[in-house]
Each structure stands twice: as C-alpha cells, then as structure tokens.
C-alpha cells in the first residue's frame, strides 16, 4: 500500500495502452528501432528523441475519517511528451491521452478511480538541447490525476 505501488500501477497502462514497459532511468535503452520509450522520472543521456517520461508526485491526503485515519489520496502524473518535431509530439501524446485517460490503475491495498487528464501545455522547444542538425527538439506536458483510497 505504497504511493510506489500506484506509479507502478499507472505506468502499467503505458503497457496495456500499446507502448513498451516503463523504464527507469538506469535501465538500458534498446536500440533505437522507431519505439517510443517511456520513462519513470529521469531520462538517460542516451534516449532517443522521441520518448515519454512520468513523473509521478508523492499522493496528497485529500480525505480523513472522524478517527483522522487517511482515507482518500490526490494522485497526479505529469507527462511530458518529446519528439523531434510539434506533429510528432502531437502524435505521442495522442497516444499517451488513449493509454491514461479514464483507464483505472490496479494498485493492491488500493481502490482507484480512473485516470482524468486535467491540463495540457502548449508544445514548445526545449531550447536546453540541441539536436545534431542543428535544430531543437519539441515538447508538451500533459497533467493526469486520479483519487486512490486505502481499502
């Protein structure tokens, strides 16, 4: 019954939402092979250009009994989505929204509503990297949250 426990949870649905299995960032990244990978929390030096990453936050106590025992936790996963161009970025994150949006994680110990995605930010360069041709690479986030209850 661990907020790791609902990450986990969620990022399982990356999985069942047709993208590879999440990653950590010191996990070996395949060849490149045109997979969009995705990523919990950090990304590796060596990501290719078009991947996901979640960062999951620490679950807030949204809801206490008379006893002042924890019963409902906010839950939030941002996403941000990169690629090399604002359509390909566009692309993936179409995918992610299929994947999370009103999808309901499984989280031992856990009752879960679903996925909501709540707020989406414009696509922008990440003028923080360069690309070898010259150019920078594309980005959006996108905001999910969900109410996780002990059980």
């Known amino acids: 019954m661990t907020a790791d426990g609902l990450a986990a949870a969620v990022n399982a649905l990356f999985v069942?939402?047709?993208?590879?299995?999440v990653v950590g960032a010191s996990s070996?990244?395949?060849?490149?092979?045109?997979?969009?990978?995705?990523?919990?929390?950090?990304?590796?030096?060596?990501?290719?250009?078009?991947?996901?990453?979640?960062?999951?936050?620490?679950?807030?106590?949204?809801?206490?009994?008379?006893?002042?025992?924890?019963?409902?936790?906010r839950c939030y996963a941002i996403v941000t989505v990169t690629a090399a161009t604002a359509q390909g970025v566009r692309m993936v994150a179409q995918q992610v929204v299929d994947a999370l949006d009103g999808a309901r994680p499984v989280a031992d110990g856990w009752s879960v509503s679903p996925v909501a995605l709540f707020n989406t930010r414009d696509v922008i360069e990440d003028r923080d990297v360069q690309a070898a041709n010259g150019r920078y690479p594309m980005f959006a986030k996108l905001e999910f949250e969900y109410t996780a209850t002990l059980v």
């Open 16 to 21: 069942a939402g047709g993208f590879p299995p």
């Open 28 to 73: 070996p990244v395949p060849p490149a092979d045109g997979t969009v990978r995705v990523f919990d929390g950090q990304v590796p030096g060596t990501a290719p250009v078009a991947f996901v990453v979640v960062n999951h936050r620490i679950p807030n106590v949204v809801a206490r009994s008379e006893g002042r025992s924890r019963q409902a936790h």
